[in-house]
């Protein structure tokens, strides 16, 4: 099983995308969804995140601009992205696992990356 993520695209500056990420099948709880992404000749850096309970982190570089959400009834998350910029330009990677109580995670699920291109 895999996540399958979607809505990238070029866009110019200032524009929005919204990306989502569905699993291409059943699979089993989890209980934190990751955004990551990867500019050329970066390392991969985590974006935003949403808990099942919700709670939301977000990187300081995204703050105010992306906003991440879940639908369960869709089993659908979702990374808003308004007033995009050049340096938002990468490959977008969803990432769900389900945590444990001592930190390990035990299901650690990646979707294929959609990029997401943005013009000055």
């Known amino acids: 099983v895999q996540l399958q993520a979607s809505g990238g695209g070029l866009v110019q500056a200032g524009g929005s995308l919204r990306l989502s990420c569905a699993p291409s099948?059943?699979?089993?709880?989890?209980?934190?969804m990751n955004w990551y992404r990867q500019a050329p000749g970066k390392q991969r850096e985590s974006v935003a995140s949403?808990?099942?309970?919700?709670?939301?982190k977000y990187a300081d570089s995204v703050k105010g601009r992306f906003t991440i959400s879940r639908d369960d009834a869709k089993n659908t998350v979702y990374l808003q992205m308004n007033s995009l910029k050049p340096e938002d330009t990468a490959v977008y990677y969803c990432?769900?696992?389900?945590?444990?109580?001592?930190?390990?995670?035990?299901?650690?699920?990646w979707g294929q990356g959609t990029l997401v291109t943005v013009s000055s």
């Open positions: 990432n769900w696992r389900r945590i444990l109580s001592g930190g390990r995670a035990d299901r650690d699920y």
């Open positions: 099948g059943s699979i089993g709880i989890t209980n934190i």
């Open positions: 949403i808990t099942s309970a919700d709670d939301t």
